[in-house]
């Protein structure tokens, strides 16, 4: 009977994807250390499996190419040839052609027939006759005809997860071990059932024995539940590690993408991994192909510079592009960075402005930060060509829903002019169990995921300080705004007495702070969020859903978005008459809160002083030093340069000698208000004392 191949192919292409995969980290690894023999053996038994394994498949195109590519990895193994960038480069296009037939089988095609050029040119190389050639982009990864016009994104498909799982036996014997300790438990409790119906036969209950056997059944019962309790934790967490995936299973084919991405971009750039063996939950790797994709895509359309612009400014002419993953606590930070010529933050805020996103004042004194969040909006775009990779303004907005909407996660962007960007993106391990806080508030039960929320407060009503014309508190040095949940969700407030106490849950999206007022804490657990069905996906206060132990669903808030709604919210009183008289007054506030640095904004810009921040010392030395500003309000406790450093180094300047500084800090310390004072600052106000009105008399004070 003849041998059905076709019953293999799926063995086969995980066991070639595996070997592809340390080609790539291989070939990675000697252009750091082209005379690493053990990196050149590994790579050449990888070639040689995959050669052995296709020649069994009767694969002839990749047992060809594989072929070739074995011969030229032997030459650089036994020394007769050198490792240069060229043969690198070859190499990837030999690994490149391989890996576009194994997706292609993975896919149920046909494996393409044997590139006879490519193989041509291996060939030259182990005879020493390497030639410069223009790389063609994988067939695979071009877009099909008619796909532009009905505006299919290019490389889209290039990350994706196999179909199957390979689970290591060991953890299949875990796992049904512990289905046979839940089945002995099970048994416990029909043994439960038993007692309680002999139990319900004794008559009378107020007998002894009776009695009994009801304090004996409690106590049973109880310790069955607590086992049954941490089984079924246990089951359900080794179920969850079955479900585990590398990253390295979706990202393994990045670098490939990206080198197709930059020949159609007429650009060099090289693309590397690392920390591919963190697993994340199936589901989650799934959904991060395509914002991963737009990422990669943006770095070499967006980021990387054309060859000759890098080489204008010293730099190399092949750019770098970095896809990380680090565990860090319970998520998992996925970063994709670059070192092209970072974002174009004036590009983004005039094109926000045409937009009518913001007006040009507003522009002007947003923070940077803000300012770059404009890039997640729906069609916003600073590049004037349109693209077959990028251009339409489609895929940051992408980005964005699918992390944060979708996955319950954040993103943070860090750029630097000439040097880079780098997109952080903060992802639970696994959506199907999550810790979740519940509480009370408007008379109902509601959810927070554990990742948004980083703290729990219970204090007196007299700790909340009234600055621009709302609440906030005072926590680790800086103000955070303090809004009552049922407010935000539009419930009944809750009736509280004066002397009660207020609860307060803390809630971050990267340096945003907002503390919600809530009536009561009810429970913190590992809980299964259920998601929303369709027909209620538009409610985006709302994640999922959980099951209380009495069947009750509760609603799991997505704290991202109640950010977004108490920003909405803030609504600053009305102009004073004399505030047309200080409009030219501008004031320089340096804190490195976030909320801090937006509450003072707000109390200044009320009453007509134009305002810019800086988010540090040597940022608002910057600032100072390249404009002129009337007063400048600093905080202390600052990364790179503290505020005392800061004011002093201000009064070294002849700009500044006799300009008013206001320090204001949680220090309440006799010796830091003498430090204040000694550096040069002409007055000092704690935090937790602050009073908006003493800032506006003491500025106006100052200022005469």
């Known amino acids: 009977m003849a041998l059905d191949i076709k019953r293999f192919i799926g063995r086969f292409v995980d066991e070639a994807r595996d070997h592809l995969r340390r080609l790539e980290e291989g070939l990675s690894a000697l252009a750091g250390n082209p005379s690493d023999k053990e990196t050149l053996n590994a790579i050449f038994r990888s070639a040689h499996t995959i050669k052995g394994s296709s020649r069994m498949m009767k694969l002839t195109a990749i047992n060809e190419t594989t072929h070739r590519l074995e011969d030229l990895l032997g030459a650089l193994r036994d020394g007769s040839l050198a490792y240069t960038e060229d043969l690198g480069s070859l190499l990837r296009r030999g690994i490149d052609a391989i890996a576009a037939d194994v997706d292609r089988l993975a896919g149920g095609g046909e494996v393409a027939p044997t590139d006879q050029a490519l193989c041509a040119d291996l060939a030259r190389a182990v005879s020493q006759e390497v030639r410069s050639t223009p790389?063609?982009?994988?067939?695979?990864?071009?877009?099909?005809?008619?796909?532009?016009?009905?505006?299919?994104?290019?490389?889209?498909?290039?990350?994706?997860?196999?179909?199957?799982?390979?689970?290591?036996?060991?953890?299949?014997?875990?796992?049904?071990?512990?289905?046979?300790?839940?089945?002995?438990?099970?048994?416990?409790?029909?043994?439960?059932?038993?007692?309680?119906?002999?139990?319900?036969?004794?008559?009378?209950?107020?007998?002894?024995?009776?009695?009994?056997?009801?304090?004996?059944?409690?106590?049973?019962?109880?310790?069955?539940?607590?086992?049954?309790?941490?089984?079924?934790?246990?089951?359900?967490?080794?179920?969850?590690?079955?479900?585990?995936?590398?990253?390295?299973?979706?990202?393994?084919?990045?670098?490939?993408?990206?080198?197709?991405?930059?020949?159609?971009?007429?650009?060099?750039?090289?693309?590397?991994?690392?920390?591919?063996?963190?697993?994340?939950?199936?589901?989650?790797?799934?959904?991060?192909?395509?914002?991963?994709?737009?990422?990669?895509?943006?770095?070499?359309?967006?980021?990387?510079?054309?060859?000759?612009?890098?080489?204008?400014?010293?730099?190399?002419?092949?750019?770098?592009?970095?896809?990380?993953?680090?565990?860090?606590?319970?998520?998992?930070?996925?970063?994709?960075?670059?070192?092209?010529?970072?974002?174009?933050?004036?590009?983004?805020?005039?094109?926000?402005?045409?937009?009518?996103?913001?007006?040009?004042?507003?522009?002007?004194?947003?923070?940077?930060?803000?300012?770059?969040?404009?890039?997640?909006?729906?069609?916003?775009?600073?590049?004037?060509?349109?693209?077959?990779?990028?251009?339409?303004?489609?895929?940051?907005?992408?980005?964005?829903?699918?992390?944060?909407?979708?996955?319950?996660?954040?993103?943070?962007?860090?750029?630097?002019?000439?040097?880079?960007?780098?997109?952080?993106?903060?992802?639970?391990?696994?959506?199907?169990?999550?810790?979740?806080?519940?509480?009370?508030?408007?008379?109902?039960?509601?959810?927070?995921?554990?990742?948004?929320?980083?703290?729990?407060?219970?204090?007196?009503?007299?700790?909340?300080?009234?600055?621009?014309?709302?609440?906030?508190?005072?926590?680790?040095?800086?103000?955070?705004?303090?809004?009552?949940?049922?407010?935000?969700l539009a419930l009944p407030p809750a009736q509280r007495s004066d002397g009660d106490d207020l609860l307060l849950v803390v809630v971050r999206r990267a340096s945003e702070k907002l503390a919600l007022l809530v009536d009561d804490l009810i429970d913190e657990r590992d809980m299964v969020i259920k998601p929303l069905p369709e027909h209620l996906r538009h409610i985006t206060t709302v994640s999922g859903m959980v099951m209380t132990g009495r069947n009750t669903l509760v609603n799991v808030l997505h704290a991202p978005i109640l950010i977004d709604a108490a920003r909405r919210a803030r609504t600053g009183g009305p102009r004073p008459a004399d505030a047309a008289a200080r409009d030219k007054l501008r004031i320089l506030i340096v804190d490195d809160s976030l909320n801090t640095r937006e509450i003072e904004k707000d109390v200044l810009e009320a009453h007509g002083y134009q305002v810019t921040l800086a988010e540090d010392g040597v940022d608002g030395l910057l600032k100072a030093r390249g404009e002129a500003f009337d007063a400048i309000l600093t905080d202390v406790e600052m990364p790179n340069m503290d505020g005392f450093t800061l004011t002093a180094s201000l009064r070294q300047e002849e700009r500044y000698r006799d300009t008013p500084i206001i320090i204001i800090t949680s220090r309440a310390r006799e010796e830091d208000k003498r430090r204040g004072v000694q550096v040069g600052a002409d007055a000092y106000i704690v935090k937790g004392d602050f009073d908006q009105s003493g800032l506006l008399d003491t500025l106006r004070g100052l200022l005469g």
């Open 135 to 488: 790389e063609e982009p994988s067939p695979d990864l071009l877009p099909l005809e008619g796909e532009k016009e009905k505006g299919k994104e290019w490389g889209k498909s290039a990350l994706r997860s196999p179909d199957t799982v390979r689970v290591r036996l060991d953890k299949l014997d875990e796992l049904i071990k512990l289905m046979g300790e839940v089945v002995s438990s099970h048994a416990r409790m029909r043994q439960r059932l038993v007692d309680i119906r002999r139990i319900e036969r004794s008559r009378p209950f107020g007998n002894a024995p009776a009695a009994t056997h009801l304090r004996d059944f409690v106590r049973d019962f109880r310790d069955d539940v607590q086992s049954q309790d941490l089984l079924m934790e246990e089951l359900h967490d080794k179920a969850l590690v079955m479900r585990m995936l590398p990253l390295s299973i979706v990202f393994d084919s990045a670098p490939r993408m990206v080198r197709d991405l930059a020949r159609a971009t007429r650009r060099e750039v090289a693309c590397v991994t690392s920390g591919m063996d963190i697993e994340l939950d199936r589901h989650l790797i799934d959904r991060l192909g395509d914002p991963v994709v737009h990422l990669l895509r943006n770095a070499v359309d967006h980021g990387i510079e054309d060859p000759a612009e890098r080489l204008k400014v010293g730099k190399s002419r092949q750019g770098h592009i970095r896809l990380t993953a680090r565990q860090d606590g319970g998520v998992v930070v996925i970063e994709v960075s670059d070192d092209g010529a970072g974002l174009p933050v004036a590009a983004i805020r005039d094109k926000a402005v045409r937009k009518g996103l913001v007006t040009a004042e507003q522009a002007a004194a947003l923070p940077e930060a803000e300012m770059i969040d404009f890039i997640f909006l729906p069609g916003f775009s600073t590049t004037a060509i349109i693209t077959d990779v990028s251009g339409r303004g489609v895929g940051m907005d992408v980005v964005r829903r699918c992390v944060v909407d979708e996955l319950q996660g954040s993103i943070k962007v860090e750029t630097r002019p000439g040097a880079g960007t780098t997109f952080s993106l903060r992802l639970p391990t696994s959506l199907a169990v999550m810790r979740v806080l519940m509480v009370e508030a408007g008379g109902q039960t509601l959810g927070f995921t554990a990742q948004h929320v980083t703290q729990l407060l219970r204090l007196p009503a007299d700790r909340l300080l009234t600055v621009a014309e709302r609440q906030a508190v005072v926590i680790h040095n800086e103000f955070v705004p303090v809004v009552p949940l049922a407010d935000l």
